[in-house]
């Protein structure tokens, strides 16, 4: 029986690089993946996921407005598919996960999402929210705060290394923008406006 997978974390975790190696393991027996990346994020070109380490794929590219259920019931048509992966997956809107349930659940293909569980503010994206919620397994991937305790939090920094409080809540932008810390060390940094009061240096 197939299962809708989420695997969270704050930045810098090797979520791309899990992906990409479960995409591997899977065609490495022969079995057909589908990879989906949010179009937003073109940091490495469209329709690409990239890791960190080097590792690479092309991928299909979705919006707020991308039918996935009835790309994937195509695809699967022409061509039986064992997975299918979704990056980014915090940016998919409520409908595009519940279509994802029905992905697992009517066309009995795993889906293996990858994302973020919250935004600068600590608030939770829409994607990661109902997948939270409606998700077969929640699966952590862990990174490590400056301090040495897990990194469950995401900062957003000014080219002053100061945390911004407010803003829109997607921003695209890399180590030069975010850095992921625990709790303690995010409010620390939000109530004294710096992240330098926090860890002794600009980032």
């Known amino acids: 029986m197939a299962q809708l997978y989420f695997y969270y974390s704050a930045m810098n975790a090797g979520k791309s690089t899990s992906l990409l190696q479960s995409s591997y393991n899977y065609q490495e027996r022969g079995m057909k993946t589908v990879i989906y990346t949010a179009e937003v994020d073109n940091r490495f070109g469209h329709g690409k996921v990239s890791s960190r380490i080097g590792l690479s794929s092309e991928a299909r590219s979705y919006t707020p407005q991308t039918d996935i259920l009835e790309q994937i019931t195509e695809l699967h048509r022409q061509e039986h598919l064992h ?110 406006g710096s992240s330098s009061a926090v860890f002794g240096h600009h980032p």
Request: aromatic letters at 10%; charged letters at 25%; a neutral charge.
């Open 83 to 192: 997975c299918i992966l979704v990056d980014e997956s915090q940016f998919l809107t409520r409908l595009q996960v519940r279509q994802l349930t029905d992905v697992t659940d009517n066309l009995d293909i795993p889906v293996l999402c990858y994302g973020l569980r919250t935004d600068f503010r600590g608030e939770l994206f829409e994607g990661s929210q109902y997948l939270l919620a409606w998700a077969d397994k929640l699966v952590e991937l862990k990174t490590i705060c400056h301090c040495g305790r897990k990194a469950g939090m995401v900062l957003r920094l000014d080219s002053q290394g100061k945390p911004f409080k407010e803003g829109e809540q997607v921003v695209i932008g890399g180590n030069e923008r975010y850095i992921s810390v625990c709790r303690k060390h995010y409010w620390q940094a939000i109530e004294q």
